[in-house]
Each structure stands twice: as C-alpha cells, then as structure tokens.
C-alpha cells in the first residue's frame, strides 16, 4: 500500500472500491461494539473488590472517634482528607471530601461561582453581561457543557504538547474581565494524553486575569493512571503558585471514579484555605457532608498514597495491553496510507486522532453503521463542534481485548473511506445514521 | 407546687431562688449533653450493619444486567427506583435515585429552577425581583436556610395541628407571582410533629398559585418513621393532585438517613413525568449518577417497602422509650406550673415546646451553660427569629437515655427560671454563654 497522498485519481477509486468491500463484510458482522466512552472494564473494577469485603465493623469510627454511620464532618473524616492531600501534594486542611463524582463539585463549583461568587470576587459570575470560560480543545465534553449550560460564552485555545497554548490563555485571561475561567484536565489530558509541562503550569501560575473572580478548574482525573513504566511528571499547581501568591486561582479535583468504582468512588476538592473556607461555607447549606462510609472504606483499603499508586499498577496491566493493541492497529492500518496522526500516551483514558479535515463526522457515522460506537465527532470542541472535522477521541478501555480490536479494524477501514472520498472530492454518501444515544462515561 | 400564673410575686421569688439553687446543683455537674439536632443513636444505627455484611459480589449487576460499579444509569437502578416508588406512593418512572442526602436534591432543585427555571414556567425564579418562600413555621432551618442563601423572602405560614394554616397559603400563593413554593413536612413534621390532614393535603392539591412556575416542596422525611402502635395516614398528594391536575407542581423527597445510615444512606425524588424529564436533563449536566452499589445494598437488603417498615418498627422501639421520657419528664417537671405546652408525636425526630413568650432564648442559654445543648432558641422560624420567643425544639433521639433523664431536668429548671423571671418582670441576667457552635444533623 502506499500514501493515499501520493495516488492518482484511478488508484484512489480502485482502493475506495477495495475499501468499501471490506466495510460491507465487517459491517455484515452485526457489531455492537462501544468505544465511545472512557469507562474501566469489569477486569478493572474486579481489583478493587476487597475493598467491599472489609468488615463493617471496622468501618464505625474515625480516628478522632467520629461515628461515620452518622450526621457530621461536613468536609470529610480527616484521615480521608490526609489520603488524598497526599495524592495531590496539598496540606489535609486544603481537601474538602466529596461525593461519588468530582464532576458534580466542579458543577457546584460553577453554579455557587455563578450564583453566590468567589471568595475575594466582587460579584456573582451571573452578573457579568456575558461571561466566558477558556476550553482548551480538545478537551473533555462534560467540561464544556457545564458552563455552556450556565450560558458562558466557551473560547477555544488551542492545545499543544505542552498544554494549552498560554499565549492565547494569557491573552484572552488578561485582557478580558468577563473571561472567568479555564478548564485543564492537567495530567494525561482527555483527550491527548498529553502532561502539562513545567513551563506551562508556572504560566497558569503567573497568570494575572483581567477579572477579580477568575478560577483555573484544574481537573486532577488522571493523576495516578500512568500506565507505562514511564510515568509523567506534573508540577505542582499549588506549589507553582506560591511563588507568585496566587493559590486562590486554583480549584483543584480528583475522584477515585477510575481508580475503585465509577460513581460509587469518592471525590475530593482541593484548594487554598481562604477558598476551602469560603466554600465550606457554601456547601453547609447544601448538605451535612457526603458518605463517610465510603470514605473510611477507601482510608483503609489504601492506607497511604502509596497504596493508591501500587494499586493503579494493577490497573495498568490492563489497559495498557489495550492501548499497545490500539495504536498497533492504527499503525499498521492507518500510517502508510498517511491520512492521520496520532497520540501516544504514557497514561489516562484516551487517544486523540486527527484524520484529514472534513472527514471525522464521516468516519463516526460509517462507524457506527457497522455496529462501532465511538465518541461523537467534535465532542472534545467546545459545543461539539470541530471546526476543522478532524479529530476523533479512541477510548480503548472498556471493550474487551478481541472486540477491541474488531473496533479499531473498522475504525481504520471507515477513516480510509472517509480520507478516499474527501481526496476525490466526493460527498460523502448518505448511509443510514442509527439513532443517537448518550452512553454514560467520562 | 401551684401554677406559676396563680403564685404571687413573693411565693414566685422564692420559688426562683428554689430553682436557682436546683439549677447550680445541676451545673455544678459539669455536663456535656446534646440534644440540639434529630440525630439517631449507635444503638439505631447498629440495627442497618447487616445491610453492609452483604456479600458484594452480589451487588455487582442489576436485574436488567447493569454493572452497578460502572458509569450509567443516571436515574438510578430500576429496582431502586421501585422500591422507593413504592414507599412513596407512586410509579418508578416517576423516581430519580440520588445521593446520600435529600437536602442536597432538594438545595439542587430549588438552584435549578433559580437559574434555570422549572417546567413549564415562562422564566427562572432568579429572574423575578423579589422571590417569595413560604414557610410554615416552626419548621426546619435547614429548609428555610437554603431558600434564605439564595434571596428569597421568607414568609411565615403559622402551623395548625393540621398542618400549615391553608387560609394563609392560599392568600399569599393565589395572589402573588413572586412566591415561588412552599416548604412542607407532611408527616411527623419537623418540629411539631403533626401529619397533615387530609383537607390540607387537597387543599395543596387544589391550590391555583398566581406563578406559572410554584413548586411545593414535600420533604416526606419522616414517611416511615412512626414509632407508636398508631401510625399516622398521610394522603398521597400525587393521588390529590391527579383531581386537579397540579402534579406538575409538586416535588417529593425522602432519604434512609434516618432509616440505614445518616449521610451514607440513599435519596430519592418523586414528581411528575414532566417534571422527570425535565430535571433529568438538569441532572445529566451535574452527574452520571449517584452511587448504584449503596441502591443495591439498600434494595437487597430490604427487598420491598414492607421490608423497610418491619425494619423501621425496630427503629420504633429505640425511639419510643426516649420520646416517653422526655414526654414524662415535662409533665412531672412543668405540667403543674403552668408555663409551657408541648406536642405528643405518633412519630419523626421531634417534640416541639411553647414555653411563655420572651423565654426561649433565655431557657436555652441556661441550658448550654449548665452543659446542656438545645437547638437554637428561634431556628425553626424563617431567619432564626421566633417573633415571640418561646418554642424550642427537643430532639431526644440522641442521647442516651440516661443523659436524656438529665438533660430535661436541666430543661425544666431552666424553663421554670425563665418563665418565673418573666413573669417577675426581671431582666434576665446575663449569664455567661458558651461559644456558639454548628452540630450537625437534621
């Protein structure tokens, strides 16, 4: 085979006709495979059973003595705060423990933000005529669309190896008072897998925001699911701050959502003691704090950070056979052909394609015509929308290893067709869509 | 002993000095009670622990095959939401499962509609200028305090034996599209007790507010929670309103905070099919759902709604003996003088105690410094601020019944000192306080 850049005209409908057959017969196979979402696999939920198995009654009582089957501690059992201040390089006193999903704090974050305002803000984000927030894209969906739902203008910026691009961050940051936040999923970013490096989380540190209540969501998810031997490196947001005082800038989150069990984990916010106090505050009203049962469950399962990590090398044992088949799959299939490129990352939950533009929506719908699910077109853009129509985000780690590779064999069969037609400047046929869904994940 | 109102002012100073020197006696005890929030005791949370014995290999899949450890289903487990569909009166699709606590759904709602709106109005609640809640009173703080934070006016609606005075509902509700809804605890009322009568119930029904967008807040706390041979009946508002058709205007809550664990229980919603939908969607922005492992256990554990109350009859006998107590204490210790009223519960957390006008904050202070924590003098009014200053909210689930016993013989001396100081005309004097505090429960 060689480049689809390279071929004539004739040899591009030769291989397009070659192509199709090839997706006639697989799509004959009646597939319901799903790589839409990044959801552990039952394998991977397996490993954190023992953590059920422990006897209840050991589970009553905190180390101050609290009984956790009852009302209190607002903000978490402190040994549960010590745990995660230990994950995250934070004191215990910067944790506020919270429920079964860190997506609902940041929610909550952004709703009492926008209703009630920020600790040292002058007023509710909801009285700034029209309010934006930065999405560095791709990015992750569930991100954008909170504050979309909360009528925030999204401004992409775009992402670069490093991280979002901080000339862009800095400029709409510092120029713009009605430009509230940012969203970074810092640590093997969804979907690009890509770290932050040190110059860029000393940037976000630095930064001097315009607006007097402006927040960096730093959305720690995969900050102990490195699953090579080579972990990477983030540089402490907190510690970065310090330099330049500007720890009340940084809201920070992690769940165990991929590390124990999604949505039946526990989350935990991290942050300045002048915005955990403000916060506190808020959250009283809400609610008398979240299950420490849960809390002491996982306290004492994992005991240490340590525990935590030694735990995720488990976890990487079976996802990273699911990316190595992955990316084989897109090599082989996809790269003399040239019609794509690829990330390949050391942790987290995604790989990020980009095929020739004008070709991902194509690529999606062929798919999941032949029984493939996979994640939206644009859904890591900000209102779902790609300007270029290029990229797809690959989740590997929910289908079995043999549907897996299934998936990606018609992944790469649909990107082909798709790059064939575009090359020929052909409308894409209007092959029959199945009914859009929302399947659950992150 | 005679009636306080029939001594005169001599025999009142000398039973003052009588009393003073029973309460120095007492304080000289050093005690460190609290009977301030409805909390239950370990001896109710102990009857739950089989709950968490279960085998959690048994709680991986739900019936129609969902691994509850994984993302998805946003609503809840289907036979979660039928096992509280049951309780509740209702069909399951009627049911959205949520977290450990109903006072986080119910601060959820009340913000959803806040920047949202709700089904069916023409705009959210934030934008009409000066937003009305009623409040039925003495009620709960921690109702009146989330409508409070989010700048409501708070409108007191005085209780009945029935229930909130529908006269006074009415009036404010039909007239006034600035009032937005009603906070309600229909059964075993927090903290008077009482059940509502089945004329308030389709008085609720029949209610025709003047705003497009009124929600009722029915928070069925208490549903399960009677402890005397007689259980109350409270009419199911769903089959009220279907007369009128006004379910859209009703939201339901319950919570097993007071049925398995305080804070590590589930929560569950009832309303309408529009009202479902609608909030759903809210929902699906904020979360991927709430912990599916805690529903299961729930509903393995107790299998049907029956199974809930044969369990709740065990709670029952816990609760009894502390309520008889505390209701034999106030007879023997206040009954003859004259200076108080209380209610008679068949069921809930709560006694509700009307002493003289002007006492209640004044018996409160005394009790907390003779080592004796009521809840706040005032707090079961809108902005913690009784009008006449007489009701106080005794929760004696809580302590142990021996400390009961001494807690309310510290309560009645205070009671009787207060009351005599008053009807003396003196100023109280200004005993030292101890620092305020926020213990939690409901």
New interface residues.
Partial sequence: MKSYLQMTADERVAELATQKKLYEREKSMGYNLDMS?G??D?TQ?NL??DM??QD??T?IYSRKGT????????AGVDEAKELFAGVLGVQPENIIMG???S??LM?DCV?WA???GVYGGSKPW?QTEKPKFLCPCPGYD?HF??TE??GFELISVPMTAEGPDMDVVRQYAESDPAVKGIWCVPKYSNPTGCTYSDAVVEAFAALKPAADDFRIFWDNAYIVHGFRDRDDELMNIFEACKKYGSEDMVYEFMST?KVT????GVAAFAASRNNIRFITKQM???????????QLRHVHYFRTPDGIRKHMRKQANYLRPKFDITLAALKSGLEEAEIGSWTNPNGGYFISYDGLPGTAKRCVSLCLDAGVRLTDAGAAFPYGIDPEDKNIRIAPSYPATAELYKSMTVFCICQKIAALETLLGQTPEQLPLAPAA?????
Avoid: W
């Fill in positions: 979402r959801k552990p039952a939920l954190s059973m059920l198995q209840p009654y589970l009984d956790v089957r009852n009302y209190g501690e607002l429920g079964q999903s997506l609902c929610y709703m926008f209703v009630f909801s569930r669309r909170i739902t909360f959502s069990f999604s949505g039946a009283s009203v809400q609610t008398l704090g979240y299950n420490k049962i849960n929302e399947p659950a994940g992150e």
